[in-house]
């Protein structure tokens, strides 16, 4: 077998017919250059939605079991038609289920774990020189069963899949070209990233960046797969994802995310004593709620005031369980906010520069933007503020830490991108 390229297209780049036989003809063109292709696909944009739709119009409650045979047919089709579009170009191609490569999950509908990939078929398949779609995003489970690796999931499936056979490198292709320093479309001169590690990739990701499923992150830190985030639809050379090397690009903060999706609930005047924390989270963790930020007040006499933070779509079943907790630990009063939003720097750079949140809390100072909640990590800063100041805050931190210039040489004098590259 000659280099095994894995290039996963994404809802949009198969969005329509039209797009499927796009897609085609730049498949076709690797394949020619000698290349052994393996091509992932999400269902068609819009179609994953649609089908839970169909399925909610007849139950609130569906089985996860046939919710994920349902949605697995989306992957299936987009899989099929660029399969036929591609043999109609005359580049000779077959196209497998995520049972017929091998896909073995754990028994978790909806959201399953990858447990192995056998990839046997698919060889067979790239030794007789033919290009192998793959509908992403499923597998089966122990019992045959077919399961999903939650929203997002095809990015998985295609790191998974280049691990599984050994590839230089897996290309997520899709509307962008690449990762940004910021959301374009807020501000205008962000600047694509040459190179990213995966630590910042993770944290981005977690924090809402879109762009890859947080899984399919983890899976290539895991196995050193590099990746690759770059268009459908032109050759420029995209982000590339991978171990920190001193090479990399160097900057201090390397991208600003924002999240609107993030509500936040007070619990004001609770007794403070051993336990009442736990309650209260105990109770929020057995509903899945999952709770990003909490901050607990200094007590004055006796009692305190806890708030934490959880997305909006977490916002009602937090509030059920809080009030539910509440008959046990009586709160003078609740409050929910679900106007806030979440401002994140992120970048490597952190572990070695200080003074990095300072200057992000000088920034949201000058511009008079209140900080509601603080949280860090070893590489990311986040402070929740009012939503309606996502955008102002985003743009002039893109200018206080400079990041529409990329930076040049560092310490070592190692090589540096410049900006005629980007
Ligand atoms: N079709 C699935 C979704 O919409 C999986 C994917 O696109 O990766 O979430
Ligand atoms: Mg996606």
Redo the contacts with the bound molecule.
């Keep these: 077998m000659g280099k095994v390229i894995v290039q996963k297209y ?2 949009t780049s198969v969005g329509s017919i039209d797009k499927i036989k796009r897609v085609a003809e730049r498949i076709a063109e690797i394949r020619k250059s000698g290349n052994d292709v393996v091509v992932v696909v ?2 068609m944009a819009g ?3 649609q089908l839970l739709q169909l399925a909610w119009q007849i139950s609130d409650h569906p089985k996860q079991r046939e919710v994920d045979l349902l ?1 697995s047919s ?2 299936r089709i987009s899989c099929a038609l660029l399969t036929i579009a591609l043999n109609a170009v005359g580049c000779e191609a077959v196209s497998m289920t995520g049972r017929q490569i091998g896909l073995q999950t754990d028994n978790t509908h909806t959201r399953a774990r990858i447990k192995q990939i056998d990839g046997g078929l698919c060889k067979r398949y790239l030794e007789e020189q033919k290009v192998v779609v793959v509908a ?2 499923q597998g089966i489970n122990e019992h045959g069963d077919v399961t ?8 998985t499936s295609a790191v998974a899949l280049a691990v599984a056979l050994n590839a230089e490198q897996c290309e997520i292709c899709t509307d962008v070209d690449g990762v940004f320093t910021a959301d374009p479309r807020i501000v205008p001169d962000a600047r694509k990233l040459s190179t990213i590690s995966y630590d910042e990739m993770l944290e981005m990701s977690g924090l809402g960046a879109k762009v890859l ?1 947080l899984r399919c992150v983890e899976f290539a830190k895991k196995f050193n797969m590099p990746l690759i985030v770059r268009s459908s639809y032109n050759n420029k050379p995209g982000t590339l994802i991978s171990r920190e090397d001193p090479k990399m690009e160097q900057p201090v903060v390397s991208g600003i995310m924002y999240d609107k999706n993030q509500a936040k609930i007070t619990v004001k005047g609770v007794p403070d004593q051993p336990g009442i924390a736990a309650k209260l989270f105990n109770a929020l963790a057995s509903a899945s709620v999952s709770v990003d930020m909490i901050i607990q007040n200094i007590s004055e006499e006796g009692h305190t005031d806890i708030s934490f933070t959880v997305t909006t779509e977490h916002l009602k079943d937090a509030m059920a369980e809080v009030n539910k907790v509440n008959e046990e630990i009586k709160a003078e009063k609740i409050t929910q906010d679900a106007g806030i939003s979440k401002i994140s720097i992120v970048g490597a750079g952190m572990r070695s520069h200080s003074g990095i949140a300072a200057r992000m809390f000088e920034t949201l100072s000058r511009e008079n933007i209140n900080i509601l909640m603080i949280s860090t990590s070893e590489i990311k800063v986040s402070c929740i503020i009012d939503e309606k100041y996502t955008e102002q805050a985003t743009r002039t931190l893109h200018e206080a830490f400079d990041m529409k210039t990329a930076p040049v040489a560092n310490a070592e004098g190692n090589p540096q991108d410049s900006k005629i590259k980007v």
């Design positions: 994404g809802g999400s269902a179609q994953t939605d949605l989306g992957e992403g995003f999903t690796l939650g929203r997002g999931g095809s990015d499923q």
